[in-house]
């Protein structure tokens, strides 16, 4: 790990050229959770480090007029809990990305880190496409932006093109009745790998189901987006059928592998059991229960 | 508790070395750095399986940078024909495991090493090392290992007098298995498997290691037992014992893998030809690829009972991983599963079987757990067949004092029914358990025993006097669960002076007198016997300096509260002499005071533990928490209960990681797929509730504290605790380990 160049430029401008400048051979820096841990054990040997924390803009937190918050990419997890408003409106982002290690990690986790290092058992992702996260990007030719769910590209991969920095996330107004939740299955009761997670959100009207949206996690090449759970939960007043529908879509969603971390056959089952109960945990915080 | 009441001992007095662990300051193996020293690297083998046809270090000697290259034929070789045994390890075995010699046996088998001047060096290097692999099937598992047409690993292996992975078998007997089962009128028999598990310290093994030009030897490295380090290292480079200091580092956990060495005579090798201190630190990836786990078993048990309870006859057939090179802890399940019980008909036989992972190594009472896993969850069944009470079970059969034992010895005083009694008759125990608390909750109860050996040995102590009247006591034993603390109260309590006053050490090799391992859970009760004997000769003394001064007969006086005082009246008028008092006048009434005691201690009577514990079971997701765990233990005698409650504590938690989580897994390539702690999942705090231990208090009668060892017996009941109580739950058994989430779903799917 000798003569790596540290940079820390205050302005996105200035980290996007640096990052172009570098050809390839920079990474950039949030936290550090996931980029030094790769340095350690060899898999990341970069020339140059883009401390990207010092850019206001990447590390801030707002709500907009219309109630829509940014979520710079670099935001840590203990930052974002102690925001007095987004952790009302968007519980089971928070707690999704709460999730994140150990309070030591907390201290340096961000959500972008979580995305750009690009695996399908990051916790907060799932979370992010249930609340219909947009993210903005920035690269040498400029501005573009994405549905949160359409970032990953495969295990450790990214749709970033070459020296593109993702900047943050941008979640939507939320209309009165809204909830959302986030559950992983881990074997222990921290500091592990989710072996499937599930955000859900939901807008709630007269205890029937209005919108929903559904993430997955670790149960595919890359966080999903599943659309026919939501779909089964539309219209519906959260009843066992329209639960045992959207648990089915969710499990049939699955693609997952047998690996160390689990098998197939159990993480397609435990899909449809946090379906379940994320969904029911988000119908309560709609309706303000809980 | 105890009904005495001591000063010092059995008090929570302030561990000596607590400060610095906390602070930061405590230096451990890693710690050690000297001028001019470099930094060696091992090659490790990327195959599972192969013939070692040649090794060329040429390009990496090449390599700027490098100041040194150690292969096999730098290491001392023990023929395979003649055993040279250390303490319970074979040089053959060991001298094969630091450096592949024929054959690299496992991935992650060193088969080189380098020195260079910095680690990156070290290990580009490495890369450049050519090493000729004939590469062979390979073997992980044991059901594997033992089929007939298996790669064998060793030619010299026999078992019938055919090549096999068979590499030793241990049969110990008791009466007639056969007659005794004819009398049963129930007999249960089931078969269980258990996976390796490493011992999981937080410490990696790490060395620093100078080698003078006058030829002696400077070792600085943790390890439970520096004399250990030191033979060792003799033994595997060939320097004489005299030539070598190895000064014991503090140590991050060993639980029994620190019993061998791995690094230090590979890095004496390298400093002896490159003429540099060198220095040597394993990564966390080494430690789980290439350091001892304890064997996975595969096992059979079966018990015959009458139908009032009383077991007529026991059998066990234990089938123990090895790793690449035998020596697997057969004596563990062979010994102690059926210890407990009074069984007049036993035959219990292990296997070693030797397949392409690392060697195992010792860890917490070797391989007694997973023998009572498979006697105490078939002994639950049984109690369940009955329709009897579970520890009613092991209270008709509990072992008597004057007892024969499966493995040879007679028992004298053994403590075992009363920790049955005192789980049942304790409030967790008798307290009613909500059994299905919620939708998709279930809960169970479940208990268990377990046995360890125990061990005295050898142990040295130096106590001296400062010139200032306080005191230091040396003992040469590591100190990996607070020993230190426990002989500072022991010292104080005898010479009756403040706590504060006495400075515990560990000493080196060249500074104490050999001192066994720290192991087998022998080292308070082996240094509390040669601290109070050497104490005592310090007594001796002080009470011989004062008779001097007040010119009268030593008989006559005596030592009472840290001061000498004549016996009584007769003895004449003198105000009493401190031990400050006496210690300045120490040189010109005779010269300095101090004793020291070398012993081979014996009297060290086995430990037994009775556990309960409630689990709570996930259905939906097959995830079990432990609720509530109780451990009842005699303990002999509590010198510092904060360190009897952490080994209690400490054992159990390895029991429920060994139970419900924790297992090496292999790929198709024969790798080890979760050389991690990310994905070797040992339980982390929030996975335990807190763990109640009992310490009952029946002093041991051949201990002058009445200790009895008590590091061990902890971890041996909780893998059968666990399983009953998961039963209880669920009304299904398992007979596999881990009892992790997909497989206990699966399970509750099979209904
Ligand atoms: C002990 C421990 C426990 C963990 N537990 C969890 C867990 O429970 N759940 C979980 O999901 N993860 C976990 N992780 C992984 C890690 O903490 C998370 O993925 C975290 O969110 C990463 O954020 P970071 O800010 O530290 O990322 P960094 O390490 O700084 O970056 C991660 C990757 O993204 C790139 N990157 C970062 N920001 C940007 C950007 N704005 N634009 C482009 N590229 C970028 C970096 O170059 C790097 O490749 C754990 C890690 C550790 C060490």
């Known amino acids: 790990m000798t003569d790596i160049r540290y940079l820390a430029p205050p302005t996105l401008d200035e980290a996007v050229s640096a990052f172009a400048a570098a050809q390839g051979a920079a990474r950039i820096l949030a936290g550090g959770t996931d980029l030094l841990v790769q340095m350690r054990n060899g898999m990341a040997r970069p020339g140059t480090i883009i401390d990207i924390k010092k850019i206001p803009e990447m590390t801030s937190v707002t709500e907009s007029a219309d109630g829509g918050f940014w979520v710079g990419a670099a935001v840590s997890g203990a930052a974002l809990a102690e925001h007095p408003r987004f952790g009302k409106v968007w519980p089971g982002v928070l707690e999704a990305i709460n999730l994140i290690g150990s309070t030591q990690v907390q201290g340096r986790a961000s959500p972008g880190g979580n995305l750009c290092h690009g695996s399908p058992a990051a916790d907060s992702v799932p979370a992010m496409v249930a609340a219909g996260a947009v993210v903005t990007i920035a690269g040498p030719n400029g501005r573009r932006t994405m549905p949160v769910e359409a970032f990953p590209a495969g295990p450790g991969r990214t749709n970033l093109a070459a020296g593109e920095i993702l900047v943050g996330f941008t979640l939507p107004a939320r209309p009165a009745g809204s909830g959302d939740a986030y559950l992983r299955m881990i074997p222990r009761t921290e500091m592990d790998i989710a072996v499937v997670g599930v955000g859900v959100s939901l807008t709630m009207a007269g205890g029937v189901v209005a919108a929903a949206r559904v993430g997955l996690g670790a149960a595919a090449p890359t966080v999903l987006l599943v659309p026919d759970a939501a779909r089964a939960l539309v219209g519906s007043k959260l009843d066992d059928a329209a639960l045992n529908a959207a648990a089915a879509a969710c499990s049939a969603a699955c693609k997952p592998i047998d690996d160390k971390r689990g098998t197939i056959v159990y993480r397609t089952k435990v899909a449809a059991v946090l379906l379940k109960r994320a969904a029911a945990i988000a119908a309560d915080r709609a309706q303000g229960k809980a | ?751």
């Open chain 2, 1 to 751: 508790m105890n009904a005495i009441d001591n000063k010092w001992i059995g008090k929570r007095t302030i561990r000596p070395d607590g400060a610095d662990k906390v602070t930061g300051r405590a230096g451990y193996s890693a710690d050690h750095s000297m001028p001019g020293m470099i930094w060696g690297r091992v090659l490790r083998s990327p195959h599972p399986h192969a013939v070692i046809r040649g090794i060329d270090t040429s390009k990496a000697e090449a390599l700027p940078g490098v100041k040194a290259v150690v292969t096999a034929k730098d290491i001392v070789d023990f023929p395979l024909d003649k055993s040279v045994m250390l303490g319970i390890q074979d040089m053959r075995w060991m001298c094969r495991n630091i450096m592949a010699r024929e054959k690299a046996l496992f991935h992650g088998h060193p088969v080189a090493a380098v020195a260079a001047i910095s680690e990156e060096v070290a290990e580009a290097a490495c890369k450049l090392i050519e090493v000729d692999y004939e590469v062979l099937p390979h073997v992980i598992e044991i059901e594997d290992a033992i089929k007939p047409d298996a790669p064998i690993l060793h030619d010299f292996v026999r078992h019938e007098g055919k090549p096999s992975n068979i590499a030793t078998t241990m049969v110990n007997k008791l009466g007639d298995v056969d007659a005794g089962f004819a009398q049963a009128d129930l007999i249960i028999e089931r078969s269980f498997k258990t996976r390796p598990v490493h011992q999981g310290y937080i410490e990696p093994h790490a060395c620093t290691v100078s080698h003078a030009a006058d030829g002696k030897v400077t070792i600085w490295s943790s390890s439970q037992g520096q004399f250990m380090v030191r033979a060792m290292t003799s033994l595997l480079t060939g320097i004489p014992q005299s030539n070598i200091r190895a000064i014991p580092a503090e140590i991050g956990g060993g639980f029994g893998a620190k019993t061998i060495i791995y690094l230090e005579p590979v890095a004496v090798m390298l400093a002896k030809k490159s003429g540099r201190p060198v220095k040597m630190v394993m990564s966390r990836d080494e430690v789980f690829r290439a350091t001892g786990p304890t064997s996975g078993s595969m096992s059979t048990v079966k018990i015959g009972v009458k139908k009032d309870g009383s077991i007529v006859a026991a059998q066990g057939t234990f089938y123990l991983q090895a790793g690449g090179l035998p020596g697997s802890p057969l004596r563990g399940p062979v010994g102690c599963s059926f210890s407990p019980y009074n069984i007049e008909n036993v035959l219990s036989v292990g296997y070693d079987v030797v397949s392409n992972r690392s060697k195992v190594a010792a860890y917490r009472a070797p391989g007694a757990p997973l023998g009572a896993y498979a006697t105490e969850c078939v002994l639950d069944e049984i109690a369940e067949k009955l329709g009897m009470d579970k520890l009613e079970l092991r209270l008709k059969n509990t072992a008597k004092p004057g007892g024969k034992t499966v493995y040879g010895a007679t028992f004298g005083q053994i403590t075992f029914k009363e920790t049955v009694e005192a789980i049942k008759n304790h409030p967790h125990y008798t307290a009613p358990l909500d059994k299905n608390p919620s939708k998709g909750v279930v809960r169970g109860r479940g208990v268990a025993s377990g046995f360890w050996f125990n061990a005295g040995g050898e142990s040295s102590a130096q106590v001296n006097l400062t010139e200032d009247g306080n005191v230091t006591v040396t003992t040469g034993h590591p100190d990996v669960g607070g020993s230190r603390a426990s002989i500072a109260n022991v010292t104080a309590e005898l010479l009756g002076i403040d706590h504060s006053r006495i400075s515990v050490l560990i000493g080196d090799t060249s500074s104490i007198g050999f001192s066994n391992l720290t192991g087998g859970s022998r080292v308070t009760f082996a240094s509390a016997m040669v601290v109070t004997q050497s104490t005592e000769k310090v007594i001796g003394q002080l009470k011989e300096r004062a008779a001097k001064i007040w010119k009268i007969d030593p008989e006559a006086v005596i030592w009472d509260n840290g001061e000498a005082r004549p016996a009584g009246p007769n003895a004449g008028q003198f105000p009493p002499l401190t031990l400050k008092e006496l210690a300045a006048k120490a040189n010109e009434m005779g010269g300095p005071i101090g004793a020291g005691v070398q012993l081979n201690t014996t009297g060290a009577d086995p430990g037994f533990a009775t556990h309960c514990v409630d689990v709570e079971v996930d259905v939906d997701l097959g995830i079990v928490r432990v609720l509530r765990y109780t451990a009842a233990q005699d303990v002999g005698r509590a010198l510092h209960p904060s360190y009897v409650e952490g080994q209690i504590q400490g054992g159990v938690v390895q029991g429920i990681g060994w139970a419900l989580s924790e297992e090496y897994l292999y790929n198709a390539k024969g790798q080890l797929d979760n050389a991690s702690f990310l994905d070797y999942r040992m339980p982390v705090c929030s996975d335990v509730p807190m763990i109640e231990p009992i310490m009952l208090e029946i002093p041991n009668p051949k201990h002058p504290q009445g200790v009895r060892g008590v590091g061990e017996a902890p971890i041996v009941p909780p893998l059968a605790a666990i399983a009953n109580a998961i039963h209880d739950a669920l009304g299904k058994r398992f007979y596999s380990l881990p009892m992790s989430p997909p497989k206990v779903l699966e399970v509750i799917d099979a209904r």
